[in-house]
């Protein structure tokens, strides 16, 4: 095979060959040498991008990200200089390894469109929510799918990612899975798909909790006369200590808390009012409506379709 031209750039197997001979003793061999192609080119795709290249583990003419707008796939070529591109169905062609990262309602269509095309000894690794293996293989008519629920701070490498692989992966394709995903941040690997959506709704959709923690802390900040400025330092790095702390010790948290809380103080007084406030039944609903959510959008179809055919969402998860 020479090269598939694919909207920008150019997919080049004699390039590959010239970056694989390029390879350090550093870099992870898994995915040295294997083209990578992103189907929906959103944020989480992005930052898995970024990763994979501040790590070498895969060079920038090696990874293709497929999306709906043509005016985002030059900005990835320019930022990147991966291969940026339009066209979902040739992206698949050329890769062995396949990331589905777009939003679940368009996962229907776009499993459609792939059906049959991706490369049988390739990977497919999925990030989108609620969908599970046996609808990713049926729909693409493969056996080797991963897959894996990242969350957001995986794009400065500090991500939690949960995932499981189906029988047909293979060992050498699970840790082609493993690297990719050890480079975001942590990974737990589950026997049992059910899981994911578990994962979803902490993990997945923990940052929201803790970043709207922290405004809220910020604003009561800000409140007690703090410029907005001085207490945005203030809660982000009482956050990130409070976790690297949490993350050192081997102390439950609830001990971690009382160490700090003096009978009468501050943090005893502070407590009371968020436990009269039910601080803990409201997150405990918070994750349980989220995990109820992700198994719904594993429900869900058939996605809406104008008169070309496409979906009418934004297919950049």
Known sequence: MGSLEIGVGVWSWAAARDWEERVTESMEGHLAGKALAFIGSGTMAEAMIQVLLRQELVAPEHICASGPREERALELNRRYGIVGTTDNRGAAEAADVLVLSVKPQ??????????GLVYPEGLVLSIVAGKDIDTIGSGLRHSAVVRAMP??????GEGMTVWTASDGTSPTQRAQAR???????????????DMLDMATAVSGTGPTYVFLMMEALTDAAVHLGFSRRVAEELVTQTVVG????????????????NMVT?????????????????????????????????????????????PNGLANMDQEG
Not at 106 to 115: A, H, Q
């Open 179 to 193: 690297a990719m995903l050890r480079a975001m941040g942590r990974e737990v690997y589950v026997d049992d798909e």
């Open 106 to 115: 368009v996962m229907p269509t776009v499993l459609g469109e792939l059906e």
């Open 151 to 156: 969350n957001t701070p995986t794009q400065v």
């Open 262 to 306: 003096s009978p009468g103080g501050t943090s005893a007084e502070a407590i009371y009012q968020l436990e009269k406030g039910g601080l803990r039944t409201v997150l405990s609903k918070a994750v349980w409506a989220a995990y109820q959510k992700s198994k719904l959008l594993g429900k869900v179809k058939h996605a809406s379709k104008g």
């Open 242 to 257: 409070s976790a690297s702390f949490a993350r050192q010790s081997d102390r439950h948290l609830a001990e971690m808390r």
